[in-house]
């Protein structure tokens, strides 16, 4: 099952690099990672996306980010794991971006029907046979 729609995220990726420096905050998930290494976790702290790439299905689109710009460190962090300013002209297609991503993980790692009727029908092999049923 594909995650991103590769077209959509290839474009979302080029408006965002063009609209670069942008302010983002921590999500939930990249606050517990900064927690994990010791780092500070404030969740009202700024970062900055320096640079933006698509990684594919794996990873999605990945922000190189930067706390302060004359610091050495820096985090690459899925866009889903962020929290885009608001008053940005991309936040609501980043956002949905981020909605449609993250329910197809879900999706993906919950499995059963739901997971079916999104996967691909694969091809089934058939048996050759000889002449009409037999």
């Not at 949905?96 to 089934?124: C, D, M, N, V, W």
């Amino acid at each position: 099952m594909t995650i991103d729609d590769y077209d959509a995220a290839v474009s979302l990726t080029e408006k965002l690099q063009t609209s670069l420096p942008i302010k983002v905050r921590a999500g939930k998930e990249f606050l517990k990672t900064l927690k994990q290494r010791g780092d500070v976790a404030n969740p009202d702290q700024e970062f900055v996306i320096e640079h933006v790439e698509y990684s594919g299905d794996m990873g999605g689109i990945m922000c190189v980010l930067a706390s302060d710009p004359e610091e050495k460190e820096h985090y690459v962090v899925s866009i889903t794991h962020l929290n885009i300013d608001p008053n940005h002209p991309l936040a609501a297609e980043v956002q949905r971006y981020q909605r449609q991503r993250t329910r197809k993980l879900i999706l993906q790692h919950q499995g059963g029907f739901s997971a079916e009727l999104l996967a691909p029908a694969s091809a089934k092999k058939r048996k050759r046979t000889y002449g009409f049923g037999k």
